[in-house]
Antibody, heavy 119, light 107 residues
């Protein structure tokens, strides 16, 4: 079964850091673009960041630029999101998402990992 | 940043009726890189339409997408009980952005 499983979420104080991980199963993510999309409680979807299969293209939403870093380890079939200087408005369910190509829609979604930023 | 505005915010319809959802972009979407997703409570979104009008794998043909440039439409020809959900449009031609969503609820 093709699956993306996120981990690393939790409760963190404002200003602190957190690293999210996403492991693919049932396929190799090495050939695909990967993204993070978040959803605050009761709110809509917000794209956070994306990375192409070979790291040649990397992009961030303005709301996280300079604070978040996306990376991948194709040998470990994994995607990561390093989040620094967290703010209360970063509180959300973070989904790991696959796209067939860099300029493509998101065809596989993980169930998400919850990040709560609160003092 | 391309802003996507979806309308209406909520659509109240009965099973068997036709649903028409709109997504308007603040500037032209390059190469019609426009997708539609369905999200049900407690679930991750599911891709319905990509490239403005191509159905994703396994999506029933009652779902159709149309439009180009700045105006796009998702049509559900006859609503089934499982179609009541929130629908989001997304552009992926200039970075990526989502619309705010349209909720299709049972009347």
């Amino acid at each position: 079964e093709v699956q993306l499983v996120e981990s690393g979420g939790g409760l963190v104080q404002p200003g602190r850091s957190l690293r999210l991980s996403c492991e693919a199963s049932g396929f190799s993510l090495a050939a695909y673009a990967m993204h993070w999309v978040r959803q605050a409680p009761g709110k809509g979807l917000e794209w956070v960041s994306g990375i192409s299969w070979n790291n040649g293209d990397i992009d961030y939403a303005d709301s996280v630029k300079g604070r978040f870093t996306i990376s991948r380890d194709n040998a470990k079939n994994s995607l990561y999101l390093q989040m620094e200087s967290l703010r209360t408005e970063d509180t959300a369910l973070y989904h790991c998402v696959k796209a067939p190509r860099w300029r493509d829609a998101f065809d596989i979604w993980g169930q998400g990992t919850m990040v709560t930023v609160s003092s | 940043e391309i802003v996507l505005t979806q309308s209406p915010g909520t659509l109240s319809l009965s099973p068997g009726e036709r649903a028409t959802l709109s997504c308007r972009a603040s500037q032209s979407v390059r190469s019609n890189y426009l997708a539609w997703y369905q999200q049900k409570p407690g679930q991750a979104p599911r891709l319905l339409i990509y490239g403005a009008s191509s159905r994703a794998t396994g999506i029933p043909d009652r779902f159709s997408g149309s439009g180009s440039g700045t105006d796009f439409t998702l049509t559900i020809s006859r609503l089934e009980p499982e179609d009541f959900a929130v629908y989001y449009c997304q552009q992926y031609g200039n970075s990526r952005t989502f619309g705010q969503g349209t909720k299709v609820e049972i009347k």
